[in-house]
């Protein structure tokens, strides 16, 4: 209550108006999902050919020959006894694939969260007027902890795992390889997370991806802060997460292995969570080591692992709204270094042209005391404060 006392009124226009937009996009989202034509119950059997089950699944035949442990070149037309698929083993796949039918609701949830956290950042963290002394008062938590818990609540276990940001960039090289009807719908759907990502820096992870929220409820909870402190240099982190990327691209398109469609991913996806899908050992060793480690480390999954968030990197340098550090003002206190779980904030103190990922986790943006960092868009002046700052405060 007193943080919204504290606005001023410009700033309580703009939330109301946030929310209200945030409020049409969902409406408007479940209109458009409660509008599509129910799909109707899937009935399959070992007698079908995977040329007649495969469409209804939204996979092609290879896709769905792949699954079944089958070669990609397997025929198509002949039921699938015939080529001793047993009927457990398909319903196992079946209800594999259908979780990865896409919720059309959640590109809306995933937009309005963005949104939101894009408008708290730049506009709302920090009353209007309010001087650098009383910095430790803005960028209060409930608002981003509220999203993060839509993100895990609403986009991961209610909506089901699909879409999210790393399938999508997955998804796009298994259409190339004929793995997917089109590829043009794949396609647009990294296209609307990469443009999130642009947007704000990293905002897609950072404030709804609901893996990401996972990790980051975890690494929030008030224990083991010696071990936090310690962080994983960047470049021993996102060697590891671009090495498999290139790995997994090599493997899935058959340029060694001899397995083409063989995606590694695969068996570490912990986006299958959020449907109760745990289809191997290796997926519910990802998901617990992710999430336990989560507690002293900041978001494993997303440094040593998760393709969009390497993919997402590179685009950085090219975001519309970010952390931004004013220069001429920073004396290089280490301040925010401090208090960035990353090595994002030192990156950009030093000016390094490639620095570490931010996830707009805003953590820095209360901390430095001449107010020289700001979550801005990048045709502004990096600055904080209206008024000049002689010092510390
Ligand atoms: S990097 Fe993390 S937050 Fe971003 S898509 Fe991957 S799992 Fe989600
Ligand atoms: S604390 Fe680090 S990761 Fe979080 S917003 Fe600041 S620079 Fe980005």
Redesign the pocket.
């Known amino acids: 209550m007193s943080y919204w006392r504290r606005l001023s009124r410009a700033q309580k226009l703009w939330l109301i108006c946030t929310l209200i937009v945030c409020a049409a996009l969902v409406a408007s989202g479940l209109a458009w999902s409660g509008g599509r034509k129910a799909q109707p119950a899937l009935t399959f059997d070992t007698g079908m050919s995977m040329q007649e089950l495969a469409p209804q699944l939204g996979v092609t035949g290879k896709a769905l020959a792949r699954e079944l442990g089958l070669p990609l070149n397997a025929p198509k037309k002949i039921p699938m006894a015939e080529l001793d698929v047993e009927a457990e083993q398909l319903e196992h796949v079946v209800h594999h694939l259908l979780g990865h039918r896409d919720s059309a609701l959640k590109y809306y949830i995933f937009g309005a969260l963005v949104l939101f956290g894009l408008v708290y950042l730049a506009r709302l963290g920090r009353p209007d007027g309010s001087p650098p002394a009383e910095r430790r008062t803005w960028y209060p938590r409930a608002p981003y902890v509220i999203a993060l818990l839509v993100a895990l609540c609403v986009c991961g276990f209610a909506l089901g795992k699909s879409p999210?940001?790393?399938e999508s960039v997955v998804k796009v090289p298994k259409a190339l390889l004929g793995l997917y009807p089109t590829v043009y719908g794949k396609v647009v759907a990294f296209a609307f997370?990469i443009a999130l990502s642009v947007v704000g820096n990293?905002l897609?992870?950072?404030w709804a991806?609901?893996?990401?929220?996972a990790?980051e409820l975890l690494y929030s909870l008030p224990i083991l802060r010696n071990v936090k402190r310690r962080k994983a240099p960047f470049a021993v982190s996102n060697s590891i997460r671009g090495a498999l990327f290139i790995v997994v691209l090599l493997l899935l398109f058959g340029v060694v292995g001899g397995r083409k469609g063989f995606v590694v991913y695969h068996f570490v996806n912990?986006f299958n969570l959020f449907n109760f899908d745990f289809e191997s050992a290796t997926v519910i060793l990802m998901i617990v080591a992710a999430l336990l480690t989560s507690a002293a480390v900041y978001?494993p999954?997303?440094q040593f692992v998760?393709?969009?968030?390497f993919v997402?990197w590179i685009v950085e340098p090219i975001s519309l709204v970010r952390v931004r550090i004013d220069q001429d003002r920073c004396t290089r206190c280490g301040a925010c270094v401090a208090a960035c779980p990353l090595q994002a904030a030192k990156g950009r103190v030093e000016r390094k042209a490639l620095p570490a990922d931010c996830?707009s986790c805003g953590r820095c943006l209360n901390t430095c005391p001449v107010d020289a960092i700001s979550y801005s868009p990048i045709w502004t002046r990096a600055k904080g404060a209206e008024t000049p700052v002689k010092g510390p405060g």
């Open positions: 999210n940001p790393m997370f990293k897609i992870c950072g991806c609901p893996f990401g929220a990790q912990p978001r999954f997303c998760c393709p969009f968030g997402s996830f």
